[in-house]
């Protein structure tokens, strides 16, 4: 990914763990508080720098950790293909970050009690209300939906692997598919990853085009194409582009996919 949208991403996955992701009607307090503290903190700001050079060396080595560590993220992650930077990525910078904070509240940072309190307790919203928020939806949202992953209710309830629990028309045949592993735990049915446009999370090219696609996939003449709409997986040639690079029939639509027949397109291939 581009520099900037990583450096976009760290600050993304940093806000999360403090503000909620979707602010919902708590927007306008949340924002509000989060803006007092802010302007509390600024005129404050040459006393609080004091106190943090006054501070155990714990706070410039956090400070310092966390600086590193994020360039160090941003960079590998912009000229490597691994995976998004995510929590579990950044995981690491988050106890120095609250290191900093607590060095911030401090009682010597703050001439007024009260002041210090209100910074405080905005502190514990902004640290508290996310946490409790997510877990609340996550759960009610588990509830309604399933567990995630395969066992969500769009996966147990999909008319596409239903067919291929029941039916024994698709046995012995070669197929392809957008989510062959989905395939595999909720039918029993082997399948093989559809052609890719790109590799995973990189935006380098396969290679493979009109010319090339049967050489690099030689079982896919005459094979089944399984696709799921609702599996984004966007390193894949679609459908739609798999139709301008070999002939592709509709054997049998559902609501969440269909089942194509693929075949040498001499035309497109030049063989």
Known sequence: MAFAQNVDLVTQVVFSWFLPWRISAFETLLLIAFGVLGAMVWSRRKHIVGVLRDSPNIVLLSATFSAAYTVFIVWTSTTTAYDHINSRLLAPIYPSLLIIFAVILRPESWHSRSARGVALFSVCVFLVYPPVSGSYQKVNDKVKQGAGGYNSRDWRESPLIAYFRHSHSQKGQTIYSNAPDALYILANVTAEISPAR???????GTGVNAEHLFNKYPGLNGASLVWFDHKSRDYLFTPHDLKAMCDLKVV??????????????EAASHD
């Open 198 to 204: 790109t590799y995973y999370h990189s935006h380098q």
């Open 252 to 265: 049998r639509r559902f609501p969440d996919g269909a089942i194509y027949k693929v075949s040498r397109n």
